[in-house]
């Protein structure tokens, strides 16, 4: 997640349509809503002031949309002050200071008022005055006199020395006043421990303390941290990779990209309405099966979560826009093509949604690189607790069954028809909502099946798996209830 400073960034454009849902549900009654979505990773721009009255519309939307959610994280320094934050807590939401585990930016040093300083940085004087105070202590840093970059650090940084007691005490005091300031709930440390670090970083490491380990002092750190903030919590990025002594500390652990993203997918070339000539590319999925397959890729974490279940795992995939044609064309050479519009990824938001609910996760598929692709109202279905201790693989798909449905992946870019275990269908289930089509399954009770067809992407001509939900339907006592 960590990245160059994101000046760049603007207000997601929020549907008005999906901000006008504030806590209604496009779901019949008789299927159980959770009071509240678990997790969700929004774009920092929610948090600026807006510039004109429409962007104050499109903002008004995302906080609504935002108060339906529980745990709520972004990146950056920004954080939600006043009524905005009394408002949002009152709603039941949970915010994290944000913090690079590992080290700062050299830029992030650039004098205050200088031309070459990034204007992002100006808005956080308290923040830049603590890292020049850092920087003012080598004996801090693993690398004092040479910023280096690679693997976590996309720009040139510094790196702290854990192993030094004078720093933890001195960033744990920082962070408690921090929290004690903004009236956050919690810190989320990006790129947490040492997985993240460039490979000289590592070596200077060894060579200046031959008999401590780099995670052996994040850990140390993190226990005085504990000691100091008490009940506060404490969010990580991928702790999972890490030593499981990290996972005594912490509160939450997050992944990303683990199902979807917005990198790597196929490429075309169309002209988008109002856009022109693009080169664009699909969101990527990441199959079930295979050596890079969410199977493998998430079985640490899966395995991390089974022996340490007071951590709650969170996963936060990226979209990108959906692109469907608009049936208008623009003459090119003598042949017609198709104007594209973007729409909303559902497909990939029910993908990434089902994949994390494999592992009784939470799931977001945030559209921080795709404004206004992500809201969908399978963030709150209640799907109870899941009645097996983890998923089930048959030839052509993975299942999980809850207590009030469940959840399936496909493993191949084809249809299925799928036959539910019955024994895992409760008592009473007259029928089966599909959440993803939003209508019963016609076949049920006749025939206790399902059928999934596969992603269609026009934009691509590609075919991809599916992630699908479906909700029971009970009668009790002559009516239809949850």
Not at 195 to 223: M, S
Not at 440 to 445: D, G, N
């Amino acid at each position: 997640m960590k990245s160059a400073p994101f000046t760049w960034l603007v207000l997601a454009v929020w549907s008005s349509a999906l901000g006008a849902w504030g806590d209604v549900s496009f779901y019949p009654a008789n299927i159980p809503a959770a009071e509240k979505g678990e997790f969700i990773f929004f774009n920092s721009g929610l948090i600026d002031p807006p510039a004109s009255e429409e962007a104050s519309k499109d903002r008004n939307a995302g906080v609504a949309y935002l108060k339906r959610f529980r745990i709520c994280l972004t990146n950056g320094y920004k954080n939600f002050e006043g009524t905005n934050l009394d408002e949002l807590h009152q709603a039941g939401c949970e915010f994290f200071i944000y913090r690079w585990f590992n080290g700062y930016y050299e830029k992030e040093l650039v004098r205050e008022g200088s031309a070459d300083q990034d204007p992002y940085y100006r808005l956080f004087p308290k923040m830049i005055g603590l890292l020049r105070e850092i920087h003012g202590r080598p004996e801090w840093l693993v690398n004092p006199a040479t910023p280096m970059q690679g693997a976590g650090a996309v720009h040139p940084a510094y790196f702290f020395d854990y192993a030094e007691p004078e720093f933890r005490r001195f960033f744990v005091a920082s962070i408690k006043s921090d929290l004690e300031e903004s009236r956050y709930d919690g810190v989320f440390f990006d790129y947490i421990g040492s997985w993240a670090l460039p490979d000289e970083v590592k070596k200077r490491w060894t060579d200046k303390h031959p008999d401590k380990t780099y995670d052996d002092c994040g850990v140390l750190f993190l226990r005085e941290l504990r000691m100091a903030i008490g009940a506060k919590k404490i969010f990580g990025n991928q702790a999972y990779r890490l030593p499981e002594a990290y996972y005594d500390w912490i509160d939450y652990d997050v992944s990303e990209s683990n199902a979807t993203s917005f990198m790597w997918g196929t490429e075309a070339r169309l002209h988008l309405q109002n856009a022109g000539d693009e080169l664009v590319r699909d969101t990527f999925y990441r199959p079930w099966d295979g050596l890079n397959g969410y199977k493998r890729t998430s079985a640490s974490r899966r395995e991390r979560a089974v022996k340490y279940p007071h951590v709650k795992i969170c996963d936060i995939n990226y979209l990108q826009p959906r692109r469907v044609p608009t049936g208008k064309s623009i003459d090119v050479g003598g042949q017609p093509r198709p104007f594209f519009g973007e729409r909303p990824d559902r497909p990939a938001i029910f993908y990434s949604y089902v994949a994390a609910k494999l592992d009784n996760a939470a799931a977001f598929a945030s559209d921080w690189y795709a404004p206004g692709t992500a809201e969908d109202d399978v963030y709150f279905l209640d799907l109870g607790r899941p009645v097996q201790a983890s998923f089930v693989e048959t030839p052509a798909a993975v299942v999980r069954y809850y207590d009030n449905g469940f959840v399936l992946l496909t493993r191949s870019n084809g249809p299925l028809i799928f036959q539910p275990d019955p024994s895992m269908i409760p008592a009473g289930t007259t029928g089966v909502w599909d959440v993803f089509e939003g209508i019963p399954v016609r076949t049920w009770p006749t025939k206790q099946q399902v059928v999934i067809e596969p992603v269609w992407y026009p934009s691509t001509q590609s075919y991809y798996p599916s992630g699908r939900v479906f909700m029971y339907l009970r009668e009790i006592q002559g009516r239809i209830t949850n």
